[in-house]
């Protein structure tokens, strides 16, 4: 099945847009950019939303502004609507198992307490939509994460994370094509 939704997780607010957990907004802002696409606050759907054509198909970009604990609602919304299947979403998100500049793509899987993933499984009932994980590195105390993933990454992390972004919409063509293998040799590879 072809995605037909790519969801960029994050926090609204100029408060949070450089933060570690807006790696999800990143991407999508800069794919915007690249596809020459202007964001739409759409209300109905709790975000801001893209319509593409691209050559795989007619594709939308989602970043909602329920805030992370509640991104289901707008995930959910969108796919509601347009009758769009777990498997064909793609959601982008900050992954603190992953050193900055790591990337991991897969479909499915638990959630990793990642709060914004855990918020989408609850809404659309099922953990089987793909995931794009963008490393921004764990502060190494469990106590610490709430401060670390809301606070802006050194400078030498962010570039780590800007190279992964470009890697990762590089890549997109091929997810979009469902050569997912393919997708996956280069963004795992060191």
């Known amino acids: 099945m072809p995605i037909k939704l790519i969801v960029g997780l994050g926090n609204p607010g100029p408060e949070y847009e450089d933060t570690r957990h807006n790696a999800g907004f990143w991407l999508l802002d800069q794919l915007a950019q690249q596809w020459h696409s202007h964001w739409q606050d759409d209300r109905k759907f709790f975000g801001h ?3 593409s054509t691209r050559p ?20 959910q ?18 992954e603190l198992d992953l050193e900055p500049g ?18 989408i499984q609850a809404r659309l009932g099922s953990p089987d939509f793909y995931r794009l ?13 709430v401060n670390y993933v809301l606070k802006k990454p050194r400078r030498e992390e962010k570039e780590l994370i800007e190279d992964a972004i470009d ?9 979009l094509a469902g050569k997912i293998e393919a997708a996956q040799r280069v963004l795992h590879g060191k």
């Open 133 to 145: 994980r963008l490393g921004i590195g764990h502060p190494g105390d469990r106590n610490e994460v």
């Open 167 to 175: 890697k990762s919409i590089a890549t997109l063509p091929d997810i």
């Open 56 to 75: 795989s198909g007619e594709i939308r970009l989602l970043k909602p502004q329920t805030y992370m604990n509640l991104s289901g609602q707008s995930v």
């Open 102 to 119: 790591r990337i991991k793509f897969k479909l499915g899987g638990g959630n990793g307490g990642h709060n914004g993933l855990k918020d």
């Open 77 to 94: 919304a969108v796919a509601s609507f347009y009758k769009i299947q777990p498997q064909e979403i793609l959601v982008i998100h900050d």
């Open 49 to 51: 939303l893209i319509r």
